[in-house]
């Protein structure tokens, strides 16, 4: 069952591709201008995070890749057969996320992923969380889709002209209800060509793809805006944590935001680092310490 409506938001400032190798954003926005809402203090390291500064936080978000699993995605695509890995959370980080139920949170995961790939993910703690979907297209609570924007109607003319481009760095188009996702090596110049002209979309490369969607309706940070009115919340009830370029909305939407990779988002705290911890684990320890009873 889906529900809900359309989901307007004000124009996207406009920026010209970034020469950076490691994103590229068209037709989207950076986070030191419009974006950023609000004016973040200095970044403080986690372990400054307390009892004072989670008072008001009632639901805490997770981003996915990154933060909850490790980045990387292996698919390959041949005629139309399309082999993708699914990912699964660990064992500890489930028993974080039942304690972080038990202590009064509600969870939300969002993701640039599908909803039938991040059920999959997270089939052992479903019951605990919802899940806003395809950068802030849906948000799948109680077994009900909320549906926040119809993008149908943006996506159909270029998708065709996206399955066209034959480059040797393309590895696959990623399964996606609202959103489009090119897995690629490398940046594609012609995928970027098509998409500098498409005025109502937005492109963004993370290194590894490019996620395309519709230019201020389509976002984690509208995601996130209709996930606190879905649970009837308010912004400063929520924290949230991401690492990559599709995050800078959802933390900065959010009334905490924890970054999760420094060099690429912002926010009022931030997680070194580490190979040998996932960020949502070290953030999920931070949270259950300083809020025993």
């Not at 599908?114 to 969380?129: G, N």
């Not at 609570?141 to 943006?154: C, K, M, R, T």
């Not at 005025?199 to 209709?226: F, M, P, S």
Request: aromatic share 6%; net charge neutral.
């Amino acid at each position: 069952m889906r529900t809900g409506k359309d989901s307007a938001n004000q124009p996207l400032h406009e920026v010209n591709t970034m020469k950076n190798q490691n994103t590229v954003l068209m037709n989207t926005t950076l986070m030191n201008n419009q974006q950023q809402k609000k004016t973040r203090p200095t970044l403080r390291d986690i372990s400054h995070l307390d009892a004072i500064a989670l008072k008001d936080i009632k639901l805490v978000v997770f981003d996915v890749d990154g933060v909850l699993v490790h980045r990387g995605t292996r698919i390959m695509q041949t005629g139309n057969i399309t082999t993708l890995e699914t990912k699964k959370i660990q064992g500890a980080q489930i028993e974080q996320i039942k304690n972080l139920h038990q202590r009064g949170y509600l969870i939300n995961i969002s993701s640039g992923r599908s909803l039938s790939m991040l059920q999959d993910m997270f089939r052992e703690i479903l019951s605990y969380v919802s899940i806003t979907f395809e950068n802030g297209s849906a948000t799948w609570y109680l077994g009900v889709v909320h549906q926040h924007v119809n993008s149908f109607v943006y996506l159909k003319r270029v998708y065709p002209r996206l399955l066209d481009v034959r480059d040797a760095n393309i590895k696959g188009f990623e399964p996606k209800e609202f959103i489009i996702t090119i897995h690629c090596e490398d940046r594609v110049k012609e995928i970027e060509d098509i998409l500098r002209h498409e005025k109502n979309l937005y492109c963004i490369w993370n290194g590894e793809a490019y996620d395309i969607g519709v230019r201020g309706k389509q976002t984690k940070g509208i995601g996130l805006k209709r996930c606190i009115e879905l649970l009837r919340l308010q912004q400063n009830n929520a924290l949230a944590i991401g690492d990559n370029y599709n995050d800078i909305e959802l933390l900065s939407e959010a009334g905490l935001s924890v970054s999760a990779d420094k060099s690429r988002v912002t926010g009022d705290f931030f997680i070194p680092l580490d190979g040998n911890f996932l960020p949502a684990e070290v953030l999920m320890d931070r949270i259950l310490a300083v809020t025993e009873t």
